[in-house]
């Protein structure tokens, strides 16, 4: 009944309503309609999570969400990463690169952190490499061989520039 109103009163914009006939609402007629749908704009803001810890967010937004998870706060050379990255706008390939990079950086950061604490990680298991060689033998391979192949080249590149400026 209220639909069928505002449908009559704003039918004269293009495209207003579309989804506004009750008949072609997916959830109809499963859905209890009671009419607070249009009041759930007027709601009381939750409490705000108290930040005990750096939170990263999107430059576009003011100010912290209500209610934010962050299982492990920036640390490190992946933290300063990250802090770069949100310098940036989500629309910015840099942001998205730099988190990428940050991701990677923190892998490393955590086996390093292992080492130092006497753990020495079992990276074939927690790479799931046992089940990628039952289900994709081939595909592992490749893998293998192109991580091979990419570091034996930028050790070779960068030990060859360590011989010519010792030769220079």
């Known amino acids: 009944m209220i ?23 997916p959830t109809y007629p499963m859905k209890n309609w ?18 005990d810890v750096e939170v990263l967010h999107s430059n576009e937004r003011p100010n912290v969400t209500t209610v934010f998870g962050t299982s492990t706060p920036p640390s490190g050379i992946s ?41 020495v990680p079992n990276i074939f298991a927690e790479k799931g490499w046992k089940a990628e060689w039952k289900h994709n033998p081939v595909g592992l391979v490749k893998k293998v061989a192109i991580t091979v192949a990419v570091t034996a080249t930028i050790f070779s590149l960068l030990s060859g520039k360590k011989e010519k400026t010792e030769n220079a």
Do not use: C
Request: charged share 30%; no cysteine; hydrophobic share 35%.
């Open 79 to 119: 933290g300063n990463l990250r802090r770069k990255a949100f310098e940036f706008s989500e629309s910015n390939w840099n942001h998205w690169l730099l988190l990428l990079a940050a991701d990677r950086v923190n892998v490393v950061e955590g086996i390093v952190d292992d080492l130092k604490n006497g753990h």
């Open 3 to 25: 639909m069928e109103n505002l449908a009559d009163n704003y039918k004269h914009i293009n495209g207003w309503g579309i989804d506004a006939d009750p008949e072609n609402e």
């Open 34 to 51: 009671t009419g607070d749908d249009h009041r759930r704009l007027d709601y009381e803001r939750s409490q705000q999570q108290p930040i």
